[in-house]
């Protein structure tokens, strides 16, 4: 059974950083893309980046809302995806999930974890 | 303000058929491939359908998914109350890269 576990949401200062982390199991995590949504209290999804499987090089990308800021990385030895956050803005307040691609870069999302809270306050 | 524009709520009562639409661009809806989310009160998204009309196991052949120039469609038959959910549009663009609809709210009467 494929699992996707969040970890590492927190109350947080605005400027100040966070790395969130996605701990998966079941599947062969480096031959899959993850990715990054978060949603916003009472909002919509929104993408903020994924990280390639290793057959692409396991490069990244992030939403131009949050480049320059944040990055996503992965250790495939530990099946572990990252999100780092730096410069925290209020406006990144929201659950982030941590998903898995599939079909493999497609743009669908066929797991999901729980979702860890991020909450950018003074 | 997103590129894949849903309409913002959708009701019908129990056993009767919803159409859900999300609406593009011939540069964006027109030359991708359209994913479908239901979420739950509460909980993770969940795919209910990918490459515009293909399901993922264990989704219930009453969820169907369509696609036509620049507008794409989820369409739910035989309603039941537990579809009350908010429902979500997606795609990859070439250079938006992940989008998703702004989400749709189907009330079950």
């Known amino acids: 059974e494929v699992q996707l576990v969040e970890s590492g949401g927190a109350l947080v200062q605005p400027g100040r950083s966070l790395r969130l982390s996605c701990s998966a199991s079941?599947?062969?995590?480096?031959?899959?893309?993850m990715s990054w949504v978060r949603q916003a209290p009472g909002k919509g999804l929104e993408w903020v980046g994924f990280v390639r499987g290793k057959a692409y090089g396991g490069t990244s990308e992030s939403a131009a809302s949050v480049k320059g800021r944040f990055s996503i990385s992965r250790d495939d030895s530990r099946s572990i995806a990252y999100l780092q956050m730096n410069s925290l803005k209020t406006d990144d307040t929201a659950v982030y999930y941590c998903?898995?691609?599939?079909?493999?870069?497609?743009?669908?999302?066929?797991?999901w974890g729980q979702g860890t809270l991020v909450t950018v306050s003074s | 303000q997103s590129v894949l524009t849903q309409p913002p709520s959708v009701s019908a009562a129990p056993g009767q058929k919803v159409s859900i639409s999300c609406s593009g661009t011939s540069s964006n809806i027109g030359n991708n491939y359209i994913s479908w989310y239901q979420q739950l009160p509460g909980t993770a998204p969940k795919l209910l359908i990918y490459?515009?009309?293909k399901r993922p196991s264990g989704i219930p052949d009453r969820f169907s998914g369509s696609k036509s120039g620049t507008s794409a469609t989820l369409a739910i038959t035989g309603l039941q109350t537990g579809d009350e959910a908010d429902y979500y549009c997606g795609m990859w663009h070439t250079s938006l890269r992940g989008v998703f609809g702004g989400g749709t709210k189907l009330t079950v009467l």
């Open positions: 079941g599947f062969t995590f480096g031959d899959y893309a």
């Open positions: 490459d515009n009309n």
């Open positions: 998903c898995r691609e599939w079909p493999h870069y497609s743009g669908s999302y066929d797991s």
